[in-house]
């Protein structure tokens, strides 16, 4: 039923394959993630799904093996992974010439630390059968898109290459936990050692961070924790967008005091996180521009990136990819 697929270097598309092209991500620093595939394994088999499928040997060959499935003709493309997979193979598809953008429809099947874009749609790891179903159903929506570009040149003089994002861009502390659970995990491996390991690290980290932004019509300067630029849920702080609505919505952050701070991990969990008296809530439908963030980390579908500079804006491209949503 299911295939591994010989790696290919072509970039010119051959006719449409009926057959799902699936890549199967690990999760990292879990032991025995084998048992993880042979699961969804069976569940397409029972379904008789017809699939070819190859495993990435890491998040940064993600949008390596998008292309080269996109380009070897399959118009079903699965996402066995998180939210940072999801968003490498987004990237790898966007790379591609835009007939690929019009003829492909990207799905997922959550297999990851943070699985929130999966989550929006009702997709998570206790529900595989529900979603290999909808999957196979095949009902698709045109989502939004969002983008960063960095406005100053590349050092070769071209224009930089926007990043592309489907749940959110964070700006400050939230991006910064991000950076260190990814360091510890590899130093660590075990998920649980990991996440201490971060939260032991993020006291000694600073917590604010002066910036200079615009949205709207208003201009913020000021020492912030975070912002957080959402087309999602943004991992509970910007919890009433959607990715369909051609808005962007944004929450700035300032700087509470440590009591503050644990009432808003409090309610940032209850789903009442808007309501902190230093959080700021917008929408817009315009592009969000950051004049200067210092050394701020950035964090992009909840991957930690690096050489991101400032002068920089975030956008939307509305109805801009094809995604499998319930059926």
Known sequence: MAKEINH???????????????????????????????????LLEQHQVAYDFVQSEGLDSVERLTKMLCSNGYETLIIVGGDSALNRALNGLLSLDETYRERIALGVIPNGRGNDFANFWGFTEETDERTIKSLISRRIRKVDVGFLQQLATAPEGEKHAPLYFLNCVNIGLVANIMKLKYK????????????????????????????????????????????????????????????????????????????????????????????????????????????????????????????????????????????????
């Open 8 to 42: 290919s270097n072509s970039n010119t598309p051959v006719p449409h394959i009926s057959r799902w092209g699936i890549i199967y991500c690990p999760k990292q620093g879990v032991q025995h993630t084998h048992k993880r595939w042979e699961h969804i394994k069976d």
């Open 184 to 327: 510890t995990r590899r130093l660590f491996g075990l998920a649980t050692l990991s996440y201490f390991a971060s939260m032991i690290l993020l006291l000694f980290q600073r917590l604010e961070t002066r910036m200079l932004l615009h949205i709207n019509e208003e201009t913020i300067q000021q020492k912030l924790m975070n912002v957080c630029v959402g087309n999602s849920r943004g991992y509970g702080q910007t919890p009433s967008a959607v990715p369909y609505n051609g808005c962007l919505d944004v929450t700035v952050i300032s700087q509470p005091e440590i009591r503050q701070l644990v009432e808003g991990m409090r309610m940032l969990f209850t789903g009442k996180f808007l309501n902190h008296k230093d959080v700021r809530a917008y929408r817009t439908t315009r592009r969000v521009n950051f004049e200067n963030i210092n050394d701020a980390v950035i964090s992009i579908d909840g991957r930690a990136l690096n050489d991101i500079h400032a002068p920089f804006e975030i956008g939307l491209m509305c109805e801009h990819i094809q995604f499998i949503i319930p059926s």
